[in-house]
């Protein structure tokens, strides 16, 4: 979208002043950070309340000045930060945990798939590549549990996927801020797969909706949740999206980023959730058992590069040819799942210019030990 608009001379001199920080891409984002920010202060006025520590955070860009002065060591999402220009950001009410409940008729059972025969699941059934992360599953199971409890009719998957990812773009402002903040590698970023209020915020919201909350295809509800059996549909004539009693306890589960509740606050799950997903997954999910099974035995047979990894997988699968499975759709289903993985803590990531190696934990190999 383009709008053209008169500027103050003093409108312009800050303008030029924000630009010469280096800290926007253009005048396009400086402008469009201005405004979102704005409006954020005005409806902060609006509700006539004064937000606790818990809940804001400085938007404003730390200077290079006050990362060299220590003025944001020890902060994390959750906590205020001084620098200036200050406004005020907070996790969306959607994502923070009450203590209310859905009843039971509310939640489903949960499902359970065998692992008898995890080894003959191939990359190409493995979670779409681009459901890379588990900090937007969680916040989603966290909106679903709030969303439930205050909807006790039941919400459609329409609906609540359109609810959830609008909450989600203020939720990935939110993060960006941080991530700004501490020149985080795309790996490291908290804000990733996240949707944004940006020029692309309509088009990564629908992205979110469709990955991290859920989607019909093809009469097929389709999503990183419903994938690891976290949520699904009612019976109803409109089905209703609802947690299973296994995406209960994972919403329930107090989070690093959407509670507070760590002194770094830069990690995204905490050792209970970590916990909880390598129990469920191992128990209940043999899609990702075969994906981490299969990464594991290539790092562990030396197969540590991209490269050395795709081919010990084409191999082990029967992928000899692109018309079995393309490089690109390979590259894609690999990298989604060891993201997911380094989520975990199973394995590591280890950059050197643009060389990448693979390392698997010790958590990842008592992973491996587990699985026969």
Known sequence: MVICFDATHEAKRALDALIETGQFKDISEAVSMALVNYEVIQRAVKECRQMSNHEIATIG??????VQNGQNEGTHPGHQVTSSPQV?????????????RPHDELLL????????????????????????????????????????YENQRGISINEVAGKISYAACELGDY???FDARR?????ESLAAAFPSTGSRGAKS??????QFVGTMKQGKLMGLPSALQLAGLDSAKDPNLLLTQAGLQFATFSNPILDGTTRSGYEKLSKDEIQFLIQHIQRSVPKEVSAYIAIIDAIE?????????????????????????????????????????????????????????????QPGKYFRRQIP
């Open 183 to 187: 020149s985080s590698r795309r790996e």
């Open 109 to 148: 059972p949960d499902f359970s798939d065998s692992l008898e025969n995890y080894k003959n699941i191939g990359p190409k059934d493995w979670f779409f590549g681009q459901w890379n992360r588990f900090l937007p599953a969680k916040a989603t199971c966290r909106a679903l549990l709030n969303i439930t």
């Open 205 to 210: 919201r629908l992205r979110y909706g469709n």
């Open 61 to 66: 860009y730390v200077t290079q000045r006050s």
């Open 301 to 361: 047979g030396g197969a540590s590069t991209p490269e050395k990894m795709d081919s010990f997988l084409r191999a082990r699968f029967g992928l000899q040819d692109e018309r079995s499975m393309t490089a690109t759709f390979l590259t894609t289903q690999r990298t989604g799942a060891i993201s997911r993985m380094a989520d975990l803590g199973l394995v590591g990531r280890k950059k050197d210019g643009l060389r990448v190696t693979y390392h698997v934990s």
């Open 175 to 177: 993060l960006q801020m």
């Open 88 to 100: 005020t950001r907070h996790i969306p009410m959607l994502f923070q945990l009450k203590e209310t």
